[in-house]
């Protein structure tokens, strides 16, 4: 792998990645299209990472600058979502094996939550990478339990793996998650970049993958779960499932 892209919406959800890239090494960072993306090494490979910024079209940018400006070779997405799933609790981590927009309707033309001329509503990550993330997340939460439940009052938190749906909406009350466990039974989390990503990467050959720690559980008291979530704890999860994947695919 000549280059890795490593995507988040918010600062917090990168941890201290860009901070271990500086400290171990030269880093160049470009801005384009008012973004900083970050070139240089982390745990020994070579990345480009950068802030892509909340929603889909900011997800598809970036994902685009990176694949056609940077040259990578794939991309992963790390950052937090909401549960969607009965099964799925706050400081469960989900690995995305597929992708959807549950806000796409462009029916009556084509199926609701089709993507108009690609012929398909999921888009599958990449295997490989994700056995990697999978991997990553049970080796950290392994270690860390006793630590996550001293520091964060995170409880037993899980591994899983499955659907995760994006859309451009911050899904805040039950009926919204009731909604989307009617259309999508088997969607365990929520969240608002990862299916563009899986898009623009399904559009141009590049292998993609997404890791969501789960901040809230996209009900009314989401707003306030999250905030506290990434304030946190979200950084502590980034950087130490990222050292992890980083030096599995390294």
Do not use: W
């Amino acid at each position: 792998m000549k280059r890795l892209g490593i995507m988040a919406a918010l600062s917090q959800e990168l941890g201290d990645l860009i901070a271990q890239m500086r400290a171990g090494g030269e880093v160049r960072t470009v801005t384009l299209g008012m973004r900083e993306y970050h070139v240089g090494e982390a745990h020994g490979v070579p990345v480009v990472v950068t802030l892509a910024r909340v929603g889909k079209v900011a997800a598809a940018a970036t994902a685009s600058a990176l694949i056609h400006v940077f040259g990578v070779d794939a991309i992963v997405f790390t950052g937090v979502a909401g549960g969607v799933h009965a099964d799925v609790r706050v400081g469960d981590i989900v690995v995305a094996d597929a992708l959807l927009q549950h806000d796409l309707d462009a029916s009556p033309f084509f199926p609701r939550y089709e993507v108009p001329l690609l012929d398909r509503t999921r888009f599958d990550a990449d295997r490989a990478f994700s056995d990697a993330l999978m991997t990553a997340a049970r080796g950290f939460i392994e270690t860390h339990a006793d630590a996550l439940a001293q520091r964060f009052a995170v409880s037993e938190p899980r591994v899983h793996r499955g659907l995760v749906v994006s859309g451009d909406r911050f899904i805040a009350s039950q009926e919204a998650v009731n909604a989307l466990r009617d259309a999508f039974p088997d969607a365990l989390a929520v969240e608002m970049e990862g299916a563009a990503l899986a898009q623009v990467c399904y559009e141009h050959g590049v292998p993609c993958a997404v890791v969501r720690t789960i901040s809230d559980t996209a009900d009314a008291e989401a707003p306030l779960s999250f905030a506290e979530f990434l304030t946190a704890i979200a950084g502590a999860y980034s950087s130490g499932l990222l050292a992890r994947f980083l030096t599995l695919v390294g």
